[in-house]
């Protein structure tokens, strides 16, 4: 197998070029048919899109509301201001937001749309 990047001829059985350590892969078979998505794991990605893209709103809400009139609320004990909690949210939200974003990536390539 040629290596892409520096041209090196490998043997077949590689995955790794010997002269430059790209990892190099054999062609895939074109598949024969494409499957549709799986109904559930579309509507996961979506529910769980809209929690994480919902979390990102409302923590930017709290942290607007807390610019406007602060107030605090109590925790496991203790004291956080509403800007606090609008920080957790948005990093919550955009955590879940990216790993919806991750799977529906793969999923399309998995499903050879891309």
């Known amino acids: ?63 607007y509301r807390n610019a406007v009139s602060p107030s605090e609320v109590e925790l496991f004990g203790s004291k956080l201001t509403t800007g606090h909690v609008g920080v957790a949210f948005v990093f919550i939200g955009v955590v879940v937001f990216g790993a919806v974003v991750r799977k529906a990536f793969r999923t399309i390539v998995e499903l050879g749309r891309i």
């Not at 598949?31 to 996961?44: F, G, L, Q, W, Y």
């Not at 990605?45 to 990102?56: A, D, H, L």
């Open 1 to 63: 197998m040629l290596c892409p990047f520096c041209h090196t001829q490998n043997s077949d059985d590689v995955f790794k070029c010997v002269t430059c350590g790209l990892y190099i892969h054999p062609p895939h078979p074109a598949p024969a048919h494409i499957e549709a998505a799986n109904p559930v794991i579309i509507a996961t990605i979506w529910i769980t899109g809209i929690v994480g893209f919902s979390c990102v709103l409302g923590g930017i809400f709290a942290i």
